[in-house]
């Protein structure tokens, strides 16, 4: 079994910041890339950022400058640096990571639960 687990969330007022995690735990080979998406009520899921197992980054034009990704190989955990926090970014944040188990050849992608981000003075 692989369990991704975030942490962090929480209630922030406007122009402050916020720090969230995101932990695999399991029986896990390796991990490629991982990443934050957010889903605010009443609208789709959409990707916030990404990084390779490298450290190389990629974001959402509506973060780019404000959020920062980075990732802990050897504790399999990443993290999404949130700053500049506008009311716009309130919803549930998930992470992901494609995920290959011991004793498998294949790559498939694992979801945590979801930790809520409130912006609100």
């Known amino acids: 079994q692989v369990q991704l687990v975030e942490s962090g969330g929480g209630l922030v007022q406007p122009g402050g910041s916020l720090r969230v995690s995101c932990a695999a735990s399991?029986?896990?080979?390796?991990?490629?890339?991982m990443g934050w998406h957010r889903q605010a009520p009443g609208k789709q899921r959409e990707l916030v950022a990404v990084?390779?197992?490298?450290?190389?980054?990629n974001y959402a034009d509506s973060v780019k400058g404000r959020f920062t990704i980075s990732r802990d190989n050897a504790k399999n955990t990443v993290y999404l640096q949130m700053n500049s926090l506008k009311p716009e970014d309130t919803a549930v944040y998930y992470c992901?990571?494609?995920?290959?188990?011991?004793?498998?050849?294949?790559?498939?992608?694992?979801w945590g639960q979801g930790t809520q981000v409130t912006v609100s003075s």
């Open positions: 399991g029986s896990i080979f390796s991990i490629g890339g």
């Open positions: 992901s990571a494609d995920i290959m188990r011991v004793g498998t050849v294949t790559v498939n992608p694992y």
């Open positions: 990084i390779t197992h490298n450290g190389s980054p």
